[in-house]
């Protein structure tokens, strides 16, 4: 891409990747600029980095709306193009066994949220969603309204652990748990299950027989800090493209899935 792109990012705390990926752009690393930043609760300290750079904030506060659902006050507000079978269709977050009353709920009170964090981006248009430690999963209602062009995937995310292994909120405290001697980070588009969306990049670190959940974290934010900004570089590049792959299996069957291709860069004369 020629132009610089546009970066929108949602936070729930400091924002330490947000930093990373600001601090990139400013040095010509990424060829991109930060358009808007939102957080989900009022308490995010990654806010204040940002408004005194003058790049526009907003804070949809996930917390009361839920609030309000459950004393019953929510339903009203839903929004009026929210299709609540065509959202538990399409979702992976829960397991087909899970309670239907709770993951109805989750969708809907999530949809009323998602609206609102619609409305208050819709003034910045963006070519670039990146979650930077937005501790919310997204339902198929607001990345069908991000994602309108087919195949063209365009919310990342960045999470602590070496997917596939160890999705979900704590995958630092899970890989040290589960006594991995490898753990690391994995920046990945978002799709409609938990941590599931085609890998774009990885990086990885040793755990020796001294660390502590404490000592990894480190050593996992230390590539976090690198790693996001570099496959938001691919990106604004146009290097990232998403194939459909199809795997045979020894049952005989075959394996569909969706993976990131990181094509050369353009030569240059």
């Not at 490898?182 to 941590?195: K, L, S």
């Amino acid at each position: 891409m020629d132009r610089k792109i546009r970066i929108g990012a949602l936070i729930s705390g400091g924002g330490s990747n947000l930093q990373a990926i600001m601090d990139a752009c400013e040095e010509g690393m990424i060829s991109g600029e930060i358009v808007f930043v939102g957080a989900d609760n009022p308490a995010a300290g990654g806010l204040e980095k940002v408004r005194s750079r003058g790049i526009p904030t907003f804070v949809v506060d996930y917390g009361s709306i839920i609030k309000q659902f459950k004393k019953g006050q929510g339903k009203a507000v839903l929004p009026e193009d929210f299709d609540l079978d065509d959202v538990l269709a399409k979702q992976s977050l829960f397991a087909a066994d899970s309670d239907p009353e709770k993951v109805r709920n989750f969708m809907m009170t999530r949809a009323v949220a998602e609206a609102k964090l619609l409305e208050a981006m819709e003034p910045h248009p963006f070519d670039l969603l990146v979650l930077a430690g937005f501790m919310r999963n997204l339902t198929p209602y607001f990345i069908d309204r991000i994602n309108t062009v087919p195949g063209s995937l365009r919310i990342m995310n960045i999470h602590p652990a070496l997917l596939p292994a160890f999705p979900g909120i704590d995958g630092y405290g899970d890989t040290f748990r589960y006594g991995c001697k490898i753990g690391g980070c994995t920046v990945h588009f978002v799709d409609y299950g938990e941590d599931s969306g085609p890998i774009i990049g990885q990086k990885a670190y040793e755990i020796t027989a001294d660390d502590t959940i404490e000592t990894i974290r480190a050593k996992g934010f230390k590539l976090e800090w690198s790693l996001y900004p570099d496959c938001v570089r691919l990106f604004a590049e146009g290097r990232l493209q998403t194939v459909r792959m199809t795997y045979p299996l020894k049952s005989g069957k075959t394996y569909e899935g969706t993976v990131v291709k990181i094509t050369p860069p353009p030569e240059t004369f």
